[in-house]
Nanobody, 117 residues
Framework: QVQLVESGGGLVQAGGFLKLSCASS????????VGWYRQAEGRQREMVAR???????DYTDNNEGRFAISKDNGRNIIYLRISNVKPEDTAVYYC???????????WGQGTQVTVSS
């Protein structure tokens, strides 16, 4: 069973930045996709960013370039940097890692990000 453990969340003032980390118990280079979702209170979980095994990054259109996903294959850690944070970024952020054959997705337990105005 794969374990993903997020860290780096907390309280941050609007305009600041955060860097979230997600440590994997399995080599992240072996996954087809890794990425981040978030879920704000009362809302559906939404994708924030993902990265393929070849290193291509995809973001949701409304991120305004404030999010950056990266990974360290040697340390098996996935990162998400959030710049110029806004109150609407307040959410629980979940990392995930996915295989496509067979299709399987593994999730972390989530880390809370709260942005004060």
């Amino acid at each position: 069973q794969v374990q993903l453990v997020e860290s780096g969340g907390g309280l941050v003032q609007a305009g600041g930045f955060l860097k979230l980390s997600c440590a994997s118990s399995r080599r992240i280079a072996s996954f087809n996709y890794v990425g981040w979702y978030r879920q704000a209170e009362g809302r559906q979980r939404e994708m924030v960013a993902r990265m393929t095994d070849s290193g291509r990054a995809d973001y949701t259109d409304n991120n305004e370039g404030r999010f950056a996903i990266s990974k360290d294959n040697g340390r098996n850690i996935i990162y998400l940097r959030i710049s110029n944070v806004k109150p609407e970024d307040t959410a629980v952020y979940y990392c995930y890692a996915a295989d496509t054959a067979p299709p399987r997705t593994f999730w972390g337990q989530g880390t809370q990000v709260t942005v004060s105005s």
